[in-house]
């Protein structure tokens, strides 16, 4: 948490450092006469050049994902200055780094030769997560610049689903043989140097290139240097599969504290790798996907033109508008109740927004609950029970609660008993539509998660207008 909060603050620092050169470079020209206009000018022009200079040595000195942090919280103009200053030979880590959308804004402001050119300095795995994004005539020029085995490469990588491991694969492996002794591979490391990132254990495999095991790096320093390979390895290691998902992987990673796993063929036959890194990204793109689907949202840059907002925004909230209007009918049917008895119109927004809240509450946790693949078919009623429970306590409580205020504001014990009913109702029915509307749309193929606080808002405001008026119609008239 402290090494966050300090990252925070040092990218506030410097972007505060980035406002006040861009700030001095655009002062406006002050100008008296011809001759202090030329001399202003001069001076002008000398203190832009300084200013840049200073963007860039600053700039120069930051990690490419500080770089995207600051490029994403940059209004368009301002992150394209930016963007024109950072070293050339930094440009295809800072294009993998960075959102979707603001890569795309950065890309639609370099020409075929600038991204070809960048593309070229990265690994064949990080091509692939920024492939979609890049011109087709772009994208065959990288083809053809490729040898034949990285050219292979980048083609699987791109015929996999975004969401599957394959699509996460990292080809940098280092491979070994199991007939071979301790003192063999740590001579074929040194001789090396290098060894790929998040490397914690190397891949054992046959002459054709079939995963045998694996070898932590552990055992290699623990174990006598005479010892064969094939009486220390590991043979019970997780393997994954081009074609699972990377959900699937995510939640192998988090169970056996994996830093990386080979991938693998149906025949066995050693493909790549997947790191933890990925795996990292992965869930993060994922969380933040879910929190915006939740509220019917897609990725959106944060200065973006307001017609892409509109068109990013507009289909939910058209859907949010249909069932208001459904919702404003029923409160209609119920005028001449509330006209009545006026405290009506006053308590009702509280049974439909707590039973909301409610709601929300458990479709979030069965969304959870899915993505976990905790949700089952044998388990689906005891599921829905204990929610019910839940449901039916909170209202006994909180609605008791509201009842004794009701009474205490308006002096009628009926409508105190009516605001306890309605709340109960209205709490149970929340509880049952947020266990069936994600798994509705699970069931349908759709990503539970994609507008679920929308519908449940909506099932619960118009129901709990419905029982409250109902309720108070049936009671109080």
Avoid: C
């Amino acid at each position: 948490m402290k090494k966050n909060t300090e990252k925070k603050e040092f990218l506030t620092d410097v972007l505060e450092q980035i406002d006040a050169l861009l700030g001095e470079q655009n002062t406006p020209e002050i100008i008296v006469d011809v001759e202090d206009s030329a001399k202003h000018k001069l001076i002008k022009n000398l203190t832009n050049k300084e200013n840049l200079k200073s963007l860039q040595n600053l700039l120069n000195n930051l990690h490419p994902s500080d770089v995207a942090d600051i490029l994403e919280a940059l209004p368009l103009e301002r992150r394209l200055t930016i963007w024109e200053l950072v070293k050339s030979e930094n440009d295809g880590d800072i294009l993998v780094e960075v959102s979707d959308v603001v890569r795309q804004t950065l890309i639609a402001d370099m020409d075929n030769t600038e991204l070809l050119a960048a593309a070229e300095q990265l690994d064949t795995d990080e091509i692939a997560d920024i492939a979609s994004d890049l011109p087709d005539d772009v994208l065959n020029d990288l083809l053809e610049s490729l040898d034949v085995q990285n050219r292979e490469r980048l083609e699987s990588a791109l015929s996999h689903p975004d969401e599957s491991v394959g699509a996460l694969m990292d080809f940098d492996i280092t491979t070994i043989r199991d007939d071979i002794t301790l003192e063999v591979v740590l001579n074929y490391l040194r001789k090396i140097k290098k060894l790929p990132d998040h490397t914690d254990k190397l891949f054992v495999v046959n002459r054709f290139g079939s995963i045998l095991g694996v070898l932590p790096l552990e055992r290699i320093v623990v174990n006598d240097s005479h010892v064969r390979v094939k009486d220390v390895m590991a043979t019970d290691t997780v393997l994954f599969k081009p074609a699972d998902t990377a959900h699937e992987a995510s939640n192998a990673f988090e169970r056996y504290d994996l830093v990386t796993a080979p991938v693998v063929d149906e025949a066995g036959k050693l493909l790549g790798r997947l790191t933890v890194d990925a795996v990292m990204d992965y869930i993060r793109d994922e969380t933040e996907t879910e929190k915006l689907s939740m509220v019917g949202l897609r990725e959106e840059d944060m200065f973006s033109t307001i017609w892409k907002s509109v068109q990013n925004r507009w289909a939910w909230l058209a859907i949010n508008l249909v069932t208001a209007l459904i919702a404003s009918r029923v409160i209609g049917i119920f005028e001449g109740s509330i006209e009545k008895v006026v405290a009506l119109a006053a308590l009702m927004p509280i049974i439909a927004g707590i039973g909301g809240n409610s709601g929300n509450q458990t479709t979030t946790m069965i969304v959870r609950a899915l993505a976990l693949s905790q949700v089952t078919f044998s388990n689906l009623r005891l599921l829905m029970f204990k929610e019910i429970g839940v449901a039916l306590v909170n209202g006994i409580l909180w609605g008791s609660v509201l009842g004794v205020f009701a009474y205490l504001l308006y002096g009628n014990i009926q409508l105190g008993y009516v605001m306890t009913a309605a709340m109960i109702l209205n709490l149970i029915l929340s509880a049952i539509m947020g266990v069936m509307i994600p798994l509705v749309l699970n069931r349908l193929g759709k990503d539970p998660a994609v507008g679920s606080s929308v519908l449940i808002t909506a099932m619960t405001d118009s129901g709990g207008f419905f029982i409250f008026l109902g309720l108070a119609t049936v009671v109080l008239l």
